[in-house]
């Protein structure tokens, strides 16, 4: 088994027209030869990746999902020009290759770029890399120094400087993730009122501006088969931005699942971040405020954010499956999530009480039930 992600089937109902790809490549300038292999990356919650194998190139190609109505949701133009405005600074985004905005050709916007082969590191690290401890903590410190990395970049004055809105980036994602989870409630998840409430009164002001990422997890990079435990790569850029460094912090918290974490979120876990030689939350938190200097009066603000962003995204989720809009069985016991991220948010606020125990106890006997099925 390679430890390379090479993508898999085509899933149902995501077939690409490869004909029509490769000619527009051609007519593009791209100087492709022999018939082409296409395999598809997991996931499809978001924006839909293949692989496109010819003889001579080795190519990925992203495209917003069907049925998109809002271009600004999965705006491949934005996360085109992300990319390639960031090649200059920051050497381990993928290489552009071009853009097509050309409907007729199968239907949407899509761009292509070369592809960085490479270990994708997921749920599980795979286990032909056999790392051990100190393997593991060097891979966490090189992942979290990337991000600080892409912090870094001059971005005043050049192209990037137009992917933001300026000065009032914390209030603006405060109130836009409260709105979004007013739409997308549903009778059986926590109204998080309190917490909504709790944010909205200590929404501090921009700590500084820089190139965030705004979706930054394990699962997003990509890493040197040679070395894995160097990066060489950075995907996902669809929701990239100017913004505030500490809120792009406390949202990759988020997806931070320990090995002491309750089982709910161990179930539900996307990266390795369980094994032994990683961070902690509060050692992540640290190590970043001592490499950058950043001197938050209240960090517990950016860290419950980062809850309340996530429990949004689920909801949203689960919300299409809540009203049969999909039927995907992945999303059925996202609501079980949710309250566990409502739970987590109140402890770290300082509201923990005997009820809330009690609840989240409940519910990982729920999620045992679930997983024993």
């Known amino acids: 088994m390679s430890v390379i992600d090479l993508g898999g089937n085509i899933r149902e109902g995501e077939e ?14 791209s100087e492709i030869e022999g018939p082409v292999e296409v395999t598809q990356y997991s996931g499809g919650a978001s924006n839909w990746t293949y692989r496109l194998k010819y003889n001579n190139a080795d190519l990925i190609l992203r495209r917003p999902p069907k ?35 050309d409907e007729s050709v199968i239907g949407c916007d899509f761009y292509v770029m070369k592809r960085i082969e490479g270990i994708i590191p997921r749920a599980k690290l795979p286990a032909e890399l056999q ?8 891979l966490c410190t090189n992942v979290l120094d990337k991000f600080i990395e892409l912090h870094q970049v001059p971005y ?12 009032g980036y914390c209030r603006r994602q405060v109130e836009g993730w409260d709105a979004r989870y007013e739409k997308a409630h549903t009778i059986n998840v926590p109204s998080f009122k309190f917490v909504r409430k709790w944010l909205n009164d200590h929404i501090p002001a921009d700590s500084k501006s820089c190139v965030i990422h705004n979706d930054w997890r394990f699962d ?31 949202s990759a918290l988020a997806y931070w699942v320990e090995d002491t974490d309750s089982q709910i979120f161990k179930a539900t876990r996307r990266q390795p971040t ?48 809540y009203h049969k809009q999909t039927d995907n069985p992945a999303f059925k016991d996202f609501w079980i999530v949710i309250h566990a991220l409502h739970i987590r948010a109140l402890k770290l606020i300082g509201l923990q009480k005997l009820e809330a125990n009690e609840l989240a106890q409940k519910y990982m006997e ?3 039930e679930i997983l024993g099925k």
């Not at 020009?81 to 290489?95: I, K």
């Not at 950058?292 to 954010?305: D, H, I, Q, R």
């Open 16 to 29: 690409l027209d490869t004909r029509a790809v490769s000619n527009w490549l051609v007519e593009n300038g």
């Open 67 to 101: 049925g998109t109505k809002a271009k600004s949701a999965h705006d491949m133009v934005r996360e085109y020009n992300v990319q390639r405005y960031l090649a200059d600074f920051y050497p381990v985004v993928p290489e552009m290759v071009a853009l097509c905005q």
């Open 131 to 138: 790392f051990n401890e100190e393997q593991v903590h060097q």
């Open 156 to 167: 005043l004055g050049t192209k990037l400087e137009t992917l933001g809105k300026g000065d």
């Open 220 to 250: 997003n990079v990509i890493l040197d088969p040679k070395n894995p435990t160097e990066v060489i790569g950075v995907l996902d850029w669809e929701m990239a931005t100017i913004g505030d460094p500490l809120m792009d912090l406390g």
């Open 274 to 321: 369980h094994l032994k030689g990683m961070f902690t939350r509060k050692e992540v938190v640290d190590y970043y405020l001592e490499k950058t200097g950043l001197k938050p009066e209240n960090w517990a603000f950016y860290e419950v954010f980062g809850i309340f962003r996530l429990a949004v995204i689920a909801q949203q989720i689960y919300y299409r499956y």
């Open 366 to 368: 729920k999620m045992k």
